[in-house]
């Protein structure tokens, strides 16, 4: 909407016609649209392998458990199965976090370089000076 704002303003005092105007508008939206689709789709690899990565300890304890190696015995009843579990679970949480932080950050990116184009389009023309 802002866009289209901006792009009347242009078109009123430039003296363009506003539907050549419009329709190129409507083309970048469609390009900026497509490009979100292409980052969200590149992004989810890296988020989908972070959370089955995250996932990997409790299968192994559930393995464990399933073999009746008796996993969860030693994590919960000796001190170093507690530091083990206490340090592994601490490990798994920050690289969730990470991989998160990561993801966000390209993302982020990808839109704060779209701002930075939308404001430079934004600003008025400036006529020359007199």
């Known amino acids: 909407m802002?866009?289209?704002?901006?792009a009347w303003?242009?078109?009123?005092?430039?003296?363009?016609p506003l539907a050549p105007l419009a329709n190129r508008?409507?083309?970048?939206v469609r390009a900026e649209r497509e490009r979100d689709g292409e980052v969200a789709t590149a992004l989810a690899g890296p988020r989908a392998s972070g959370r089955?990565?995250?996932?990997?300890p409790v299968a192994g304890i559930a393995l464990g458990v399933l073999l009746g190696v008796s996993p969860l015995t030693v994590l919960l009843g000796t001190r170093a199965g507690a530091l083990c579990l206490v340090v592994g679970l601490a490990l798994d949480l920050a690289g969730l976090a990470w991989i998160n932080r990561l993801t966000e950050v390209a993302d982020n990116r990808d839109a704060g370089m779209r701002d930075r184009?939308?404001?430079?389009?934004?600003q008025p023309p400036q006529g020359p000076s007199r």
């Open 25 to 28: 508008l409507a083309a970048v």
């Open 117 to 122: 184009k939308e404001a430079a389009y934004s």
């Open 2 to 6: 802002r866009q289209l704002a901006a």
């Open 52 to 56: 089955l990565v995250a996932s990997l």
């Open 9 to 16: 303003r242009v078109s009123q005092h430039a003296g363009i």
